[in-house]
């Protein structure tokens, strides 16, 4: 019987002979390193940090090139800490899935702690200020979601949960993001040690928005000397990262398989916040972070474990390289074709040769020739490996559906980037794109909510879809002349596509596009397979 527990571990030979890959070091020599000396503190305890920061710190540990692990914070859901970390004696359990059809199965014990960001529990809150009073503290990790950062509204406005802290102080606040800057604050009293501050969300420009965050309450509690100390960089750092691997919701093929090696506790928990959590992380094999290297405390040596350390201009061309050309654009047009044409997987739209060519002729032909190079990674191989690797892999359970969530948000960066370069060099064509305004024509049919077979489907949410669904209202499928005259405004709205595009070639491509895929059921399929072959 295996279980994920001190205890379940002992016998180690049962789980090797299970294929299990186990911690190669002195574990409790790591967490006495920690408790003494700590290094690294992550905020968010989620399964990206579970599969990709503690993974990367195991192979640290296992090579003797660090002492200390990582303490892993939780300040939204308190119940992950309890039923999820705690009850695992702070384990988990990696299963990367390879392109191959194998899986590798990793226990990872690199978290020495985890802990509880909550304000009301006094002994979980003086602990942390405990943590970052320690000198040897060099850096404090994020992966909160991007909305995780927000402190304004939409308005522009401070939203009332760090109004009601700034007023409040330092000492108890409430929000996620006071509880952080209080905790940074406690560090400042202490001496002031420098410290890193490293957002690892998947949003461009990362640190900038954390370091407004904290910057907003350094002056809103009115401590000038704070306020300089957060400001300086030689004492708070707020590097800029990238970072891409895809570590879906834990699959029950995977649990299966798990329970077929008789690993016992799988059942998974949800919390009275509707978390879901499970022992087990499932992920990608392909990963990449790219780190600004600005840390004032020193770092442990991460590029052992495969993170690539540079200059911030740098981090924000290969954000914009992934972004714009190399891996986003691919899936957005995978996403709302597939939803057209009844996928509910990636890896199986991968297996038509249609939908590859579509985004073969983006990624390659009309992305690549405008891409920027960030040259730390080669823009051609990492489309190579999207194309190849990721996005055919048949054991990432990722859908088309939830892709094309909020794909306004997404086009003008990722379709409308490559348009403006076009437009703005005078030896290219725009309208020697093909593949890119038939996947905005794509987008605009799937708005319609009516599959190619001419049955409705649920669209994915989007902030902008009554607006957009009233600017196509009367469009009907089978009927192509209904769309006559209503798409010029939408595609004059440089909102939505980073451009105004009336006049400039590319909004008749789109409107002889979408008019072909409204000619009648089959229509999708029949307009794709006729423009890309």
Not at 441 to 453: E, F, H, I
């Amino acid at each position: 019987m295996l279980q994920l527990t001190e205890k379940g571990l002992e016998n180690r030979q049962e789980w090797l002979e299970k294929g299990y890959l186990l911690p190669g070091f002195d574990r409790a020599k790591m967490i006495a390193a920690t408790e003494k000396s700590p290094v690294w503190v992550h905020f968010g305890a989620g399964n990206i940090f579970r599969a990709f920061q503690c993974a990367a710190m195991q192979k640290l540990l296992d090579a003797g090139k660090a002492e200390a692990g990582i303490i892993a914070v939780e300040g939204f859901d308190y119940e992950i800490v309890e039923k999820g970390y705690r009850a695992n004696d702070n384990y988990t359990l990696l299963v990367t899935l390879k392109s191959d059809g194998t899986v590798e199965k990793t226990v990872i014990g690199s978290i020495a702690e985890s802990c509880m960001l909550d304000s009301d529990n006094e002994p979980e809150f003086r602990h942390l200020k405990q943590v970052f009073e320690n000198p040897s503290l060099q850096m404090a990790t994020f992966t909160i979601t991007e909305k995780g950062y927000v402190v304004r509204d939409a308005a522009g406005e401070i939203v009332p949960a760090v109004v009601a802290d700034l007023a409040a102080g330092p000492e108890k606040p409430r929000s996620y993001l006071g509880k952080v800057a209080s905790l940074l604050y406690a560090r400042y009293q202490a001496g002031g040690t420098p410290i890193a501050m490293v957002s690892t969300d998947n949003c461009s420009h990362n640190g900038e928005k954390l370091f407004h965050a904290m910057r907003i309450f350094a002056e809103g509690w009115k401590d000038e000397g704070f306020l300089s100390w957060v400001c300086d960089p030689a004492k708070v750092s707020f590097p800029w990262t990238m970072i891409d691997k895809i570590t879906p919701r834990p699959d029950v093929s995977v649990e299966a398989l798990l329970r077929a090696d008789g690993l016992q506790g799988l059942d998974p928990v949800i919390t009275s916040k509707h978390t879901y959590i499970a022992p087990f992380v499932n992920a990608e094999e392909s990963e990449y972070l790219v780190i600004e290297d600005a840390f004032p405390n020193g770092r442990p040596p991460l590029e052992a474990a495969g993170f690539y350390f540079t200059d911030r201009e740098t981090v924000n061309n290969v954000e914009r390289m992934k972004v714009t050309t190399c891996l986003n654009p691919l899936h957005t047009a995978l996403a709302v074709y597939g939803c057209l044409l009844g996928y509910t997987r990636i890896s199986d739209e991968m297996k038509d040769p249609d939908l590859v060519a579509l985004i073969r002729r983006i990624g390659y032909v009309e992305g690549l020739p405008v891409v920027t190079d960030p040259r730390i990674l080669n823009p051609k191989e990492f489309i190579d490996t999207v194309v190849n690797v990721r996005l055919p892999n048949p054991f990432m359970p990722d859908t088309p559906q939830r892709i094309a969530c909020d794909t306004s948000q997404k086009v003008p960066i990722r379709f409308g980037e490559t348009i403006k370069s076009y437009l703005a060099d005078a030896s290219r064509d725009v309208r020697s794109l093909i593949a890119i305004p038939l996947a905005i024509a794509g987008w605009l049919r799937y708005l319609l909510g009516v599959d190619d077979q001419g049955k409705a489907f649920d669209i994915s949410p989007d902030p902008l879809l009554p607006r957009l669904q009233e600017a196509l209202a009367g469009i009907e499928l089978g009927k192509p002349e209904t769309a006559e005259g209503k798409l010029d405004a939408l595609l004059a709205d440089p909102v939505l596509f980073g451009s105004d595009l009336l006049g400039t070639g590319l909004d008749d491509a789109v409107k002889a596009d979408f008019s072909a895929l409204l000619a009648g059921p089959g229509a999708v399929r029949r307009v794709l397979h006729n423009t890309l072959s």
